[in-house]
């Protein structure tokens, strides 16, 4: 072989390489991440727009994933706040549903605290936090669930109806982020590419 042809050989590994590495599109990004989580359809939806900039980064799946939770939890705790000052609710439910606002406030505090501890990790912290994280987030869940719990709808009341749609929505949301942020657990701080 002579050098050109060597030198060829070289260029066109080179390109066979790059082509693959740019291949992989944001669309691969995202089902990738989301490949671990149970609500898959929602996770691809809720978190498509990270595809770019989080790629095979752990540490910013898990971030976006429990930013966009705590997004969904205030929107839906500000709801239940206003429906609570309304006070159309009656028996069980009015009670189901003023217990659904402390635990709201609790699963944004527990969000809250996650995503600042995902916002600050480092290499060196990483093994002493993660362990919060999964609770706080698992927390989360837990409070919703509780929530979801409080109320009985066997008269197929419209707004409670419409109250336990809106919480098992932000369920799903919670049960993706605590996926990915187990997935991030057990991976670590992966070398970003
Ligand atoms: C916010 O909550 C309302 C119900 O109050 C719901 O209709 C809407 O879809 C929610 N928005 C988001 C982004 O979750
Ligand atoms: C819950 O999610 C479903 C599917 O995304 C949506 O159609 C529905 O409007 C949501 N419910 C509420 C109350 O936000």
Not at 30 to 57: E, G, H, M, P, W
Not at 65 to 87: D, F, H, I, P
Not at 104 to 116: E, G, M, T, V, Y
Not at 183 to 190: I, N, R
Request: glycine share 6%.
């Amino acid at each position: 072989m002579s050098l050109v042809d060597v030198l060829l050989m070289f260029v066109f590994t080179l390109l066979l390489t790059l082509h693959s590495c740019l291949a992989e599109t944001g669309g691969d990004y995202v089902r990738d991440a989301c490949s671990v989580t149970k609500y898959q359809d929602i996770c691809i939806r809720s978190l498509a727009s990270f595809a770019n900039t989080a790629r095979q980064d752990p540490v910013l799946w898990a971030r976006a994933s429990v930013s966009v939770t705590l997004s969904e939890a205030t929107n839906a705790s500000q709801y239940l706040t206003k429906l609570g000052k309304r006070n159309s609710m009656r028996g069980r439910n009015r009670i189901a549903l003023s217990d659904c606002i402390d635990c709201f406030q609790d699963a944004r505090d527990n969000l809250h605290d996650s995503l600042n501890v995902l916002r600050s990790l480092t290499r060196e912290t990483f093994d002493g936090k993660i362990g919060d994280v999964t609770t706080w987030v698992s927390g989360a869940l837990t409070d919703q669930d509780t929530c979801l719990g409080g109320f009985d709808n066997v008269h197929n009341i419209r707004q409670v109806a419409l109250v336990q749609n809106l919480v098992t929505n932000v369920t799903y949301v919670t049960s993706n982020a605590l996926a990915l942020v187990n997935k991030l657990a057990t991976t670590g701080m992966v070398l970003r590419a």
